[in-house]
Nanobody
Framework: QVQLVESGGGLVQSGWSLRFACVAS????????MRWYLQAPGKDRELVAT????????DYADSVKGRFTISRDNAKNTVYVQMNSLKPEDTAVYYC?????????????WGQGTQVTVSS
């Protein structure tokens, strides 16, 4: 059974930091790129951070560049995101995502989401 279980959400003040973890099971974690999305109230889900399967490359949305850092520990089947200098506009549900494309097929899994609320 595939599972992505996120932890680390909560209520914080503007300028604070949070670190999320997403633990994967039920699939070959090292074969998947891992991503974090956010979905703010009333808006579409937005990709904010990506890390390649081996962890050698990362990419960020402009809105979080310089504040968020994505990392992974393939030995622990876990992906992290460190979020610094949080702003009220970062308030959203954050989702962990696993993605693999192979031979024309796409394999994609989602976590259940974790809420982050940043107060001003």
């Amino acid at each position: 059974q595939v599972q992505l279980v996120e932890s680390g959400g909560g209520l914080v003040q503007s300028g604070w930091s949070l670190r999320f973890a997403c633990v994967a099971s039920g699939f070959t974690f090292i074969s998947y790129a891992m991503r974090w999305y956010l979905q703010a109230p009333g808006k579409d889900r937005e990709l904010v951070a990506t890390i390649t399967s081996a962890g050698g490359s990362t990419d960020y949305a402009d809105s979080v560049k310089g504040r968020f850092t994505i990392s992974r520990d393939n030995a622990k089947n876990t992906v992290y995101v460190q979020m610094n200098s949080l702003k009220p506009e970062d308030t959203a549900v954050y989702y962990c995502n696993a993605l693999r494309r192979s031979w024309g097929r796409t394999y994609e899994y989602w976590g259940q989401g974790t809420q982050v609320t940043v107060s001003s």
